[in-house]
Protein backbone atom coordinates (compact mmCIF):
# COMPACT_ATOMS: atom_id res chain seq x y z
CA UNK A 1 0.00 0.00 0.00
CA UNK A 2 1.14 2.99 -1.23
CA UNK A 3 1.08 6.95 0.59
CA UNK A 4 -0.39 8.10 -2.67
CA UNK A 5 -2.80 5.22 -2.74
CA UNK A 6 -3.73 6.03 1.17
CA UNK A 7 -4.04 9.66 0.17
CA UNK A 8 -6.28 9.18 -2.62
CA UNK A 9 -8.57 6.99 -0.54
CA UNK A 10 -8.85 10.20 1.93
CA UNK A 11 -9.99 12.35 -1.16
CA UNK A 12 -12.44 10.17 -2.25
CA UNK A 13 -13.79 9.08 0.96
CA UNK A 14 -14.32 12.82 1.84
CA UNK A 15 -15.61 13.63 -1.26
CA UNK A 16 -18.06 11.31 -0.68
CA UNK A 17 -18.87 12.27 3.26
CA UNK A 18 -19.42 15.79 1.87
CA UNK A 19 -21.24 15.35 -0.93
CA UNK A 20 -23.65 13.39 1.30
CA UNK A 21 -23.70 16.55 4.11
CA UNK A 22 -24.64 18.46 1.24
CA UNK A 23 -27.11 16.56 -0.69
CA UNK A 24 -28.74 16.70 -3.90
CA UNK A 25 -26.28 18.38 -6.54
CA UNK A 26 -23.44 18.50 -3.63
CA UNK A 27 -22.73 15.04 -4.38
CA UNK A 28 -21.54 15.79 -7.70
CA UNK A 29 -20.34 19.03 -6.74
CA UNK A 30 -17.75 17.25 -4.39
CA UNK A 31 -17.53 14.42 -6.80
CA UNK A 32 -15.98 16.83 -9.42
CA UNK A 33 -13.89 18.51 -6.46
CA UNK A 34 -12.33 15.17 -5.81
CA UNK A 35 -11.45 14.39 -9.61
CA UNK A 36 -9.40 18.30 -9.45
CA UNK A 37 -7.34 17.15 -6.67
CA UNK A 38 -6.49 13.60 -8.19
CA UNK A 39 -5.46 15.22 -11.56
CA UNK A 40 -3.88 18.62 -10.48
CA UNK A 41 -2.31 17.44 -7.04
CA UNK A 42 -1.87 13.83 -8.11
CA UNK A 43 -1.27 13.95 -11.39
CA UNK A 44 -3.39 10.83 -11.96
CA UNK A 45 -4.95 10.15 -15.64
CA UNK A 46 -8.79 11.01 -15.42
CA UNK A 47 -11.09 8.06 -15.92
CA UNK A 48 -13.51 7.58 -18.02
CA UNK A 49 -16.61 10.02 -17.32
CA UNK A 50 -19.99 8.21 -17.33
CA UNK A 51 -21.56 10.15 -20.47
CA UNK A 52 -23.81 6.81 -21.59
CA UNK A 53 -25.27 6.71 -18.19
CA UNK A 54 -25.60 10.44 -18.27
CA UNK A 55 -27.41 10.26 -21.16
CA UNK A 56 -29.77 7.46 -20.40
CA UNK A 57 -30.98 9.52 -17.38
CA UNK A 58 -31.53 12.49 -19.59
CA UNK A 59 -33.69 10.51 -22.18
CA UNK A 60 -35.45 8.92 -19.43
CA UNK A 61 -36.45 11.86 -17.61
CA UNK A 62 -37.31 13.84 -20.60
CA UNK A 63 -40.06 11.09 -21.67
CA UNK A 64 -41.21 10.86 -17.76
CA UNK A 65 -41.39 14.29 -17.40
CA UNK A 66 -42.88 14.64 -20.64
CA UNK A 67 -45.36 11.86 -19.48
CA UNK A 68 -46.54 13.47 -16.14
CA UNK A 69 -46.91 16.68 -17.26
CA UNK A 70 -49.77 15.02 -19.25
CA UNK A 71 -51.31 13.30 -16.80
CA UNK A 72 -49.79 9.76 -17.33
CA UNK A 73 -48.62 9.65 -13.42
CA UNK A 74 -52.16 10.05 -12.40
CA UNK A 75 -53.70 7.24 -14.74
CA UNK A 76 -51.00 4.97 -13.61
CA UNK A 77 -51.63 5.65 -9.56
CA UNK A 78 -55.22 5.38 -10.16
CA UNK A 79 -54.89 2.13 -11.59
CA UNK A 80 -52.73 1.05 -9.07
CA UNK A 81 -55.22 1.54 -6.63
CA UNK A 82 -58.09 0.01 -8.26
CA UNK A 83 -55.72 -3.16 -8.18
CA UNK A 84 -55.05 -2.70 -4.37
CA UNK A 85 -58.74 -2.11 -3.68
CA UNK A 86 -60.13 -5.48 -5.40
CA UNK A 87 -58.52 -7.15 -2.47
CA UNK A 88 -58.30 -4.99 0.81
CA UNK A 89 -57.76 -8.04 2.94
CA UNK A 90 -54.93 -8.77 0.77
CA UNK A 91 -53.42 -5.38 1.03
CA UNK A 92 -49.87 -6.12 3.20
CA UNK A 93 -49.20 -8.08 -0.12
CA UNK A 94 -50.93 -6.61 -2.72
CA UNK A 95 -50.09 -2.98 -1.90
CA UNK A 96 -46.27 -3.21 -2.30
CA UNK A 97 -46.38 -5.86 -5.37
CA UNK A 98 -48.39 -3.42 -6.82
CA UNK A 99 -46.69 -0.35 -6.24
CA UNK A 100 -43.44 -2.12 -7.30
CA UNK A 101 -44.88 -3.01 -10.75
CA UNK A 102 -45.57 0.82 -11.34
CA UNK A 103 -42.03 1.94 -9.76
CA UNK A 104 -40.16 -0.27 -11.83
CA UNK A 105 -42.04 0.65 -14.61
CA UNK A 106 -41.86 4.58 -14.49
CA UNK A 107 -38.29 4.02 -13.07
CA UNK A 108 -39.14 6.33 -10.42
CA UNK A 109 -40.41 5.80 -6.59
CA UNK A 110 -42.18 9.05 -6.37
CA UNK A 111 -45.09 6.96 -7.42
CA UNK A 112 -45.65 5.52 -4.00
CA UNK A 113 -46.62 9.33 -2.90
CA UNK A 114 -50.25 9.61 -4.00
CA UNK A 115 -50.96 5.27 -3.27
CA UNK A 116 -50.00 5.82 0.50
CA UNK A 117 -53.62 8.12 1.41
CA UNK A 118 -55.45 5.02 -0.50
CA UNK A 119 -52.94 2.18 1.25
CA UNK A 120 -54.26 3.99 4.25
CA UNK A 121 -57.31 4.07 4.01
CA UNK A 122 -58.50 0.41 2.88
CA UNK A 123 -55.98 -1.12 5.54
CA UNK A 124 -57.75 0.97 8.24
CA UNK A 125 -61.65 0.40 7.19
CA UNK A 126 -60.78 -3.41 6.61
CA UNK A 127 -59.45 -3.65 10.18
CA UNK A 128 -55.17 -3.90 8.85
CA UNK A 129 -53.15 -2.27 11.45
CA UNK A 130 -52.04 0.48 8.38
CA UNK A 131 -48.33 0.02 9.69
CA UNK A 132 -48.45 -3.18 8.11
CA UNK A 133 -48.71 -2.42 3.99
CA UNK A 134 -47.39 1.11 4.31
CA UNK A 135 -44.21 0.52 5.91
CA UNK A 136 -43.59 -2.18 2.85
CA UNK A 137 -45.49 -0.55 0.45
CA UNK A 138 -42.52 2.53 0.78
CA UNK A 139 -39.60 0.16 1.52
CA UNK A 140 -40.00 -1.37 -1.32
CA UNK A 141 -39.58 1.41 -3.82
CA UNK A 142 -35.98 1.40 -2.34
CA UNK A 143 -35.22 -1.60 -4.27
CA UNK A 144 -37.85 -1.31 -7.30
CA UNK A 145 -35.33 0.68 -9.27
CA UNK A 146 -33.01 -2.08 -9.24
CA UNK A 147 -35.54 -4.06 -11.60
CA UNK A 148 -36.43 -1.23 -13.45
CA UNK A 149 -35.00 -0.69 -17.48
CA UNK A 150 -35.49 3.14 -17.13
CA UNK A 151 -34.39 4.13 -13.93
CA UNK A 152 -30.97 6.42 -13.45
CA UNK A 153 -29.53 3.52 -11.03
CA UNK A 154 -30.13 0.54 -13.94
CA UNK A 155 -28.32 3.46 -16.33
CA UNK A 156 -25.31 3.85 -14.18
CA UNK A 157 -25.15 0.01 -13.59
CA UNK A 158 -25.48 -0.50 -17.99
CA UNK A 159 -22.53 1.61 -18.04
CA UNK A 160 -20.20 -0.66 -15.76
CA UNK A 161 -21.79 -4.12 -16.78
CA UNK A 162 -22.89 -4.06 -20.52
CA UNK A 163 -19.13 -3.85 -21.13
CA UNK A 164 -16.51 -6.45 -22.10
CA UNK A 165 -15.38 -8.71 -20.58
CA UNK A 166 -18.99 -8.64 -17.96
CA UNK A 167 -21.38 -8.45 -20.78
CA UNK A 168 -23.91 -8.27 -18.64
CA UNK A 169 -26.29 -6.60 -20.44
CA UNK A 170 -30.60 -5.44 -19.34
CA UNK A 171 -31.96 -8.69 -19.85
CA UNK A 172 -29.46 -10.07 -18.15
CA UNK A 173 -29.72 -8.14 -15.24
CA UNK A 174 -33.67 -8.05 -14.96
CA UNK A 175 -33.67 -11.67 -14.92
CA UNK A 176 -31.63 -11.46 -11.71
CA UNK A 177 -33.33 -8.25 -9.98
CA UNK A 178 -36.46 -8.56 -10.80
CA UNK A 179 -37.48 -11.81 -8.87
CA UNK A 180 -35.05 -11.15 -6.16
CA UNK A 181 -37.30 -8.08 -5.18
CA UNK A 182 -40.24 -10.24 -6.34
CA UNK A 183 -39.72 -12.66 -3.24
CA UNK A 184 -37.85 -10.50 -1.19
CA UNK A 185 -41.27 -8.01 -1.43
CA UNK A 186 -43.61 -10.87 -0.26
CA UNK A 187 -41.28 -12.95 2.48
CA UNK A 188 -41.12 -8.90 4.07
CA UNK A 189 -44.75 -8.78 3.82
CA UNK A 190 -46.12 -12.55 4.94
CA UNK A 191 -43.24 -11.26 7.85
CA UNK A 192 -44.47 -7.65 8.21
CA UNK A 193 -47.98 -9.17 8.36
CA UNK A 194 -47.30 -10.75 11.93
CA UNK A 195 -45.46 -7.76 13.50
CA UNK A 196 -47.24 -5.70 16.20
CA UNK A 197 -50.63 -5.93 17.77
CA UNK A 198 -53.58 -6.11 15.58
CA UNK A 199 -55.80 -2.79 15.36
CA UNK A 200 -58.61 -4.44 17.82
CA UNK A 201 -55.77 -5.64 20.19
CA UNK A 202 -53.57 -1.88 20.19
CA UNK A 203 -55.37 0.21 23.02
CA UNK A 204 -53.68 3.35 21.84
CA UNK A 205 -55.17 2.88 18.24
CA UNK A 206 -58.69 2.07 20.02
CA UNK A 207 -58.24 5.27 21.93
CA UNK A 208 -57.43 7.20 18.93
CA UNK A 209 -60.75 5.84 17.49
CA UNK A 210 -63.00 5.97 20.02
CA UNK A 211 -61.77 10.10 20.27
CA UNK A 212 -62.61 10.30 16.54
CA UNK A 213 -58.70 11.21 15.27
CA UNK A 214 -59.50 8.30 13.06
CA UNK A 215 -61.67 10.11 10.17
CA UNK A 216 -61.69 7.04 7.64
CA UNK A 217 -63.56 5.40 10.42
CA UNK A 218 -66.29 8.12 11.48
CA UNK A 219 -69.88 8.07 10.44
CA UNK A 220 -69.49 11.06 7.98
CA UNK A 221 -66.68 9.10 6.53
CA UNK A 222 -66.38 9.38 2.56
CA UNK A 223 -67.01 5.62 0.67
CA UNK A 224 -64.54 4.72 -2.07
CA UNK A 225 -60.83 4.87 -1.55
CA UNK A 226 -60.13 5.75 -4.74
CA UNK A 227 -62.84 7.70 -5.97
CA UNK A 228 -60.46 11.13 -5.56
CA UNK A 229 -58.46 9.01 -8.35
CA UNK A 230 -58.97 10.80 -11.48
CA UNK A 231 -57.23 11.19 -15.05
CA UNK A 232 -57.72 12.16 -18.60
CA UNK A 233 -57.52 10.04 -21.61
CA UNK A 234 -54.82 12.02 -22.28
CA UNK A 235 -52.72 11.40 -19.00
CA UNK A 236 -53.45 7.43 -20.02
CA UNK A 237 -52.50 7.63 -23.50
CA UNK A 238 -48.90 9.24 -22.31
CA UNK A 239 -48.91 5.97 -19.49
CA UNK A 240 -49.54 3.88 -22.27
CA UNK A 241 -47.17 4.89 -25.04
CA UNK A 242 -44.55 5.26 -21.95
CA UNK A 243 -44.51 1.95 -20.73
CA UNK A 244 -44.65 0.61 -24.64
CA UNK A 245 -41.30 2.71 -24.28
CA UNK A 246 -40.34 0.52 -21.83
CA UNK A 247 -41.14 -2.93 -22.91
CA UNK A 248 -39.72 -2.31 -26.63
CA UNK A 249 -36.22 -1.62 -24.50
CA UNK A 250 -37.05 -4.91 -22.55
CA UNK A 251 -37.27 -6.46 -26.03
CA UNK A 252 -34.24 -4.52 -27.64
CA UNK A 253 -32.04 -5.99 -24.45
CA UNK A 254 -33.22 -9.77 -24.77
CA UNK A 255 -33.47 -10.19 -28.65
CA UNK A 256 -30.29 -8.68 -29.31
CA UNK A 257 -30.97 -9.31 -33.15
CA UNK A 258 -33.52 -6.66 -33.46
CA UNK A 259 -30.94 -3.73 -32.87
CA UNK A 260 -28.86 -2.97 -35.96
CA UNK A 261 -25.42 -3.59 -37.10
CA UNK A 262 -22.74 -1.23 -38.61
CA UNK A 263 -19.13 -1.09 -39.56
CA UNK A 264 -15.93 -0.10 -37.65
CA UNK A 265 -12.99 -1.38 -39.17
CA UNK A 266 -13.87 -4.08 -40.78
CA UNK A 267 -16.15 -5.61 -37.80
CA UNK A 268 -20.00 -5.57 -37.45
CA UNK A 269 -20.81 -3.79 -34.62
CA UNK A 270 -24.37 -3.39 -32.99
CA UNK A 271 -25.48 -0.93 -31.52
CA UNK A 272 -25.21 -1.16 -27.60
CA UNK A 273 -28.23 -1.18 -25.00
CA UNK A 274 -27.41 2.30 -23.95
CA UNK A 275 -27.89 3.97 -27.28
CA UNK A 276 -31.09 1.96 -27.90
CA UNK A 277 -32.37 3.40 -24.32
CA UNK A 278 -31.65 6.97 -25.51
CA UNK A 279 -32.93 6.91 -29.12
CA UNK A 280 -36.40 4.52 -27.79
CA UNK A 281 -37.11 6.96 -25.13
CA UNK A 282 -36.42 10.02 -27.05
CA UNK A 283 -38.79 8.67 -29.68
CA UNK A 284 -41.30 8.17 -27.41
CA UNK A 285 -41.36 11.56 -25.89
CA UNK A 286 -42.13 12.81 -29.34
CA UNK A 287 -45.19 10.62 -29.43
CA UNK A 288 -46.42 11.40 -25.96
CA UNK A 289 -46.27 15.52 -27.30
CA UNK A 290 -48.33 13.94 -29.88
CA UNK A 291 -51.08 11.88 -28.29
CA UNK A 292 -50.73 13.74 -24.49
CA UNK A 293 -50.72 17.23 -25.45
CA UNK A 294 -48.15 18.24 -22.26
CA UNK A 295 -47.33 21.54 -21.95
CA UNK A 296 -43.85 20.98 -23.13
CA UNK A 297 -42.88 24.61 -21.06
CA UNK A 298 -43.63 23.08 -17.57
CA UNK A 299 -41.18 19.72 -18.50
CA UNK A 300 -38.79 21.47 -16.11
CA UNK A 301 -41.03 22.13 -13.22
CA UNK A 302 -42.01 18.29 -12.89
CA UNK A 303 -40.78 16.37 -9.98
CA UNK A 304 -39.67 13.55 -12.24
CA UNK A 305 -37.68 15.72 -14.47
CA UNK A 306 -35.89 17.85 -11.07
CA UNK A 307 -35.28 14.52 -9.39
CA UNK A 308 -33.54 13.03 -12.45
CA UNK A 309 -31.59 16.43 -13.25
CA UNK A 310 -30.27 15.95 -9.37
CA UNK A 311 -29.29 12.10 -9.84
CA UNK A 312 -27.47 13.10 -13.62
CA UNK A 313 -25.01 15.16 -11.98
CA UNK A 314 -24.66 13.32 -8.78
CA UNK A 315 -23.80 10.42 -11.38
CA UNK A 316 -21.27 13.05 -13.19
CA UNK A 317 -18.99 13.95 -10.46
CA UNK A 318 -19.19 10.68 -8.12
CA UNK A 319 -18.74 8.23 -10.87
CA UNK A 320 -15.96 10.50 -13.01
CA UNK A 321 -14.31 10.47 -9.19
CA UNK A 322 -14.33 6.56 -8.34
CA UNK A 323 -13.52 5.56 -12.32
CA UNK A 324 -10.35 7.93 -11.96
CA UNK A 325 -9.28 6.22 -8.30
CA UNK A 326 -9.75 2.78 -9.54
CA UNK A 327 -7.96 3.07 -12.83
CA UNK A 328 -4.92 4.77 -10.87
CA UNK A 329 -4.97 1.63 -8.68
CA UNK A 330 -6.69 -1.56 -9.94
CA UNK A 331 -3.93 -3.73 -9.76
CA UNK A 332 -3.83 -3.33 -6.04
CA UNK A 333 -7.50 -2.94 -5.71
CA UNK A 334 -7.86 -6.54 -7.63
CA UNK A 335 -4.53 -8.02 -5.25
CA UNK A 336 -6.23 -6.60 -2.04
CA UNK A 337 -9.32 -5.65 -1.51
CA UNK A 338 -10.52 -8.22 -4.23
CA UNK A 339 -9.29 -10.97 -1.34
CA UNK A 340 -11.29 -9.66 0.93
CA UNK A 341 -14.44 -9.75 -1.21
CA UNK A 342 -14.32 -13.17 -2.68
CA UNK A 343 -14.06 -14.64 1.07
CA UNK A 344 -16.61 -12.53 2.28
CA UNK A 345 -18.75 -11.28 -0.57
CA UNK A 346 -21.55 -10.16 1.48
CA UNK A 347 -18.96 -6.98 2.28
CA UNK A 348 -20.13 -6.04 -1.24
CA UNK A 349 -24.03 -5.69 -0.11
CA UNK A 350 -23.04 -3.95 2.96
CA UNK A 351 -21.08 -1.42 1.29
CA UNK A 352 -24.00 -0.86 -1.20
CA UNK A 353 -26.16 -1.03 1.78
CA UNK A 354 -24.24 1.57 3.89
CA UNK A 355 -23.45 4.15 1.08
CA UNK A 356 -27.48 3.98 0.25
CA UNK A 357 -28.03 5.15 3.51
CA UNK A 358 -25.95 7.83 3.74
CA UNK A 359 -26.94 9.25 0.23
CA UNK A 360 -30.62 7.99 -0.12
CA UNK A 361 -29.71 7.64 -3.23
CA UNK A 362 -29.06 4.74 -5.19
CA UNK A 363 -27.75 5.80 -8.48
CA UNK A 364 -24.83 7.31 -6.12
CA UNK A 365 -24.45 4.28 -3.87
CA UNK A 366 -24.29 2.32 -7.60
CA UNK A 367 -21.45 4.71 -8.75
CA UNK A 368 -19.39 4.45 -6.00
CA UNK A 369 -19.32 0.45 -4.67
CA UNK A 370 -20.25 -1.17 -8.18
CA UNK A 371 -17.67 -0.55 -10.05
CA UNK A 372 -15.03 -1.69 -7.12
CA UNK A 373 -16.95 -4.82 -6.69
CA UNK A 374 -16.25 -5.47 -10.45
CA UNK A 375 -12.89 -4.14 -10.08
CA UNK A 376 -11.96 -6.30 -6.92
CA UNK A 377 -13.26 -9.71 -9.01
CA UNK A 378 -17.03 -10.71 -8.26
CA UNK A 379 -18.42 -12.18 -10.36
CA UNK A 380 -20.57 -9.72 -12.30
CA UNK A 381 -24.06 -12.26 -11.72
CA UNK A 382 -23.17 -11.59 -7.97
CA UNK A 383 -22.64 -7.98 -8.10
CA UNK A 384 -25.95 -7.61 -9.52
CA UNK A 385 -28.01 -9.18 -7.17
CA UNK A 386 -26.28 -8.33 -4.14
CA UNK A 387 -26.92 -4.76 -5.56
CA UNK A 388 -30.55 -4.95 -5.79
CA UNK A 389 -30.61 -6.10 -1.90
CA UNK A 390 -27.85 -3.32 -0.68
CA UNK A 391 -30.38 -0.29 -2.29
CA UNK A 392 -32.90 -0.71 0.37
CA UNK A 393 -30.62 0.50 2.52
CA UNK A 394 -32.03 4.42 1.76
CA UNK A 395 -34.63 4.20 3.67
CA UNK A 396 -32.24 3.00 6.98
CA UNK A 397 -32.95 6.17 8.40
CA UNK A 398 -36.93 8.10 9.22
CA UNK A 399 -35.57 11.05 6.71
CA UNK A 400 -37.34 10.44 3.33
CA UNK A 401 -40.44 12.05 1.95
CA UNK A 402 -42.08 8.59 1.47
CA UNK A 403 -41.28 7.45 5.06
CA UNK A 404 -42.82 11.08 6.43
CA UNK A 405 -45.79 10.96 4.40
CA UNK A 406 -46.67 7.61 5.51
CA UNK A 407 -46.37 8.28 9.03
CA UNK A 408 -48.74 11.63 8.68
CA UNK A 409 -51.34 10.14 6.73
CA UNK A 410 -51.68 7.05 9.02
CA UNK A 411 -54.12 8.59 11.63
CA UNK A 412 -54.00 5.33 13.97
CA UNK A 413 -50.21 6.45 15.14
CA UNK A 414 -49.25 2.74 13.88
CA UNK A 415 -46.71 4.24 11.62
CA UNK A 416 -44.23 5.60 13.84
CA UNK A 417 -41.03 7.70 12.89
CA UNK A 418 -39.17 6.83 16.05
CA UNK A 419 -36.67 8.93 18.33
CA UNK A 420 -33.88 7.24 18.34
CA UNK A 421 -33.14 7.02 14.81
CA UNK A 422 -33.23 2.95 14.14
CA UNK A 423 -36.53 2.76 16.10
CA UNK A 424 -38.82 3.74 13.23
CA UNK A 425 -41.53 1.48 12.11
CA UNK A 426 -39.73 1.16 8.48
CA UNK A 427 -36.03 -0.38 9.95
CA UNK A 428 -37.52 -4.11 9.96
CA UNK A 429 -38.90 -4.25 7.19
CA UNK A 430 -36.26 -2.39 5.11
CA UNK A 431 -33.73 -4.73 6.74
CA UNK A 432 -35.96 -8.14 6.09
CA UNK A 433 -36.30 -7.32 2.76
CA UNK A 434 -32.61 -6.03 1.91
CA UNK A 435 -31.36 -9.13 3.35
CA UNK A 436 -33.87 -11.44 1.85
CA UNK A 437 -33.37 -9.46 -1.59
CA UNK A 438 -29.08 -9.60 -1.17
CA UNK A 439 -29.09 -13.36 -0.38
CA UNK A 440 -31.83 -14.52 -3.04
CA UNK A 441 -30.04 -12.10 -5.58
CA UNK A 442 -27.08 -13.51 -5.11
CA UNK A 443 -28.12 -16.69 -5.72
CA UNK A 444 -29.93 -16.20 -9.03
CA UNK A 445 -26.84 -14.08 -9.89
CA UNK A 446 -24.13 -17.54 -9.53
CA UNK A 447 -25.66 -18.62 -12.67
CA UNK A 448 -25.36 -15.82 -14.85
Known amino acids: MTIS ?9 GSIVLGTRAGGVGVGIWGGVGMFVLVFLFGEAPGEAPITAIGIILGVVTSAALMQAAGGIDWMVAMAARVIEKRPKQITVIAPLTAFLFCAGAGTGNIVFPLLPVVYDLSVKNGIRPARPLTVTVVQSGIALAASP ?16 YNLGLAQILAITFPACVI ?33 LRDDAGGSSTAHLTYTSRGRN ?38 TIILVMLVVSAIIIFVGRPKVASVPDQ ?37 WVTDF ?22 NTIVPIGLAAGLPVGTVAGMWAGGLGGVYTLPANGPQIAAANFDETGSTKLGTKLL ?18 GALIGAFF
Open 5 to 13: FVLEAIVVL
Open 423 to 440: DHSFFVPMAILSVTTVVV
Open 345 to 366: RFIFALAVFLVAAMTTSQSTAT
Open 184 to 216: GIVVTSLVVNRMWKDMDDDPEIQERIAAGAVAA
Open 150 to 165: VSAAMAAMLAFTDVAP
Open 238 to 275: AAITFLLGVLAIVMFGIFEVLRPTYTVDGEEVRVGMGV
Open 303 to 339: SVFKAGMVAAIALFGIAWLTATFIAAHEDYIVSTVGS
